[in-house]
């Protein structure tokens, strides 16, 4: 599949195109996606440049991304490992199941829900993290998410408009 592969913390030279990359399959409780689209905002950027690391000190346009610490770079607070696929706001349809899934949702549309909680402990913050962070996202031809973050949406909207709810309308909205 063709994917954007971010390979390190940095800037721009740190995105990587292939045109061959390895399609994911769907683990237990996964599903697996077809991105029609795949929406960019800031925390597809700050997680790249490393900014939320809590080691940087100045803004990610002053190179702040040479003082990130390897422990703690992501939204979700855990390390970020590359290579890593970014983009947490999807839509798409679901072209496969993992085990433990209902095989009736393969063709639904869905968006995601990026925050990622631990079914166990669902109000943990310290066992959450972010889709397209500590998991790889939507910068791909496909990618997989946990059945509970693939929202099943019925909408005119284009897939394009549907890949600005997750992430980047919260963002405007707060």
Known sequence: ??????????????????????????????????????????????????????????????????EVGSDDPSWGGAAVTFPRIQGADVCGEIVAVGDGVDPARIGARVIT??????????????????YGSERDGGFAEYTTMPTQNALAVSSELSDAELATFSCSYSTAEG
């Open 1 to 66: 599949m063709k994917a954007m592969v971010t390979m390190g913390h940095g800037d721009f030279d740190k995105l990587v195109w292939h045109e061959e990359w390895p399609v994911p399959s769907p683990a237990a409780g996964d599903v697996l996606v077809r991105v029609g689209a795949c929406g960019l905002n800031n925390t597809d950027i700050n997680t790249r440049t490393g900014w939320y690391s809590k080691t940087v000190s100045e803004a990610t346009t002053g190179g702040a991304y040479d």
């Open 113 to 130: 829900d990026n925050w990622l909680r631990d079914p166990a402990a669902p109000l943990d913050k310290n066992r959450t993290g972010y």
